[in-house]
């Protein structure tokens, strides 16, 4: 088991890669914490973790609102005693035009996306720097890399986390916490499952890999990242991509 016992808050938990990264955690031995606003979503994967003998619970979360943020972390300090790691996976797109993007558009995809993980993060940083260790994991994007037109809300929110993490790997290594971030590619998901078949074939044939990235793809890097396996890691985008904007 390669995250035997680590107690694991995965933000977003209930739907695509969050979900799926929750179910191989709880297989791999962790003690699951699915937090998400989607609460039909998040109960499910909770759920399902349990059936399959693992541990979880779920809480409902709203990344953006710092005061569930604190209770959701206390909740999972008196339950586990801990925290080992935080992904913050949770992530909305609102898209448009920057002549077209209204303000309300602009604050929620940053509010969520960027200022989420900022809250959660101090929210568990005082835990790991007390137990001298933690690993933090940020879901950024291929679109905070290289931008994408009709995002600028998205790719802003997503290039930010980067800075966030390597900023926070230079803060936090001495204190024992590793703080990375992930950039994946097109990967099919709920969020994924509106764009049009012609656009994801096309993205398939730019990809040197030939194919589109599945959930699992992305749930086996966040594994290893969170595993021990990774502990000279820190402060690195790896992008899950097959090779696409290479
Ligand atoms: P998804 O299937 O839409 O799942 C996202 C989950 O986050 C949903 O359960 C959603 O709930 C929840 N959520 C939304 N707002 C929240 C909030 N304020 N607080 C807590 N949870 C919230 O998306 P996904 O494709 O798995 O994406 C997961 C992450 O990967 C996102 O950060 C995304 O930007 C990133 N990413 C995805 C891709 C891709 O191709 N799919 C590529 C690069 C990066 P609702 O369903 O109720 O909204």
Known sequence: MRVKDKVT???????????????????????????DVNEKGGEETANEIRQN????????????????????????????????????????????????????????VININLKGPFNCIQAVVGTMIEQGSGEIIN??????????????????????????????????????????????????TPMTSGIPEKILEMMKEKTPLKRLGQIEDVANTLLFLASDEASFINGAVISVDGGLLI
């Open 139 to 188: 879901v950024s994007s291929i679109v905070g890399l290289y931008g994408n037109i009709g995002q600028i809300n998205y790719a802003s929110s997503k290039a930010g986390l980067i800075g966030m993490t390597k900023t926070l790997a230079k803060e936090l290594g001495k204190k024992g916490i590793r703080v990375n971030a992930i950039a994946p590619g097109f990967i099919l």
């Open 53 to 108: 003998g693992g541990e979880a619970f779920f809480a409902r979360l709203d990344v953006s609102n710092r005061e569930q943020v604190k209770n959701v972390v206390q909740e999972t300090i008196k339950k586990y005693g801990r925290i080992d790691v935080l992904i913050n996976n949770a992530g909305i797109i609102q898209d448009a035009l920057v002549v077209k993007m209204t303000e309300e558009q602009w604050d929620r």
């Open 9 to 35: 808050i995965i933000t977003g938990a209930g739907s695509g890669i969050g979900r799926g990264t929750a179910l191989l955690f709880g297989s791999e031995g962790a003690k699951v914490v699915v937090a």
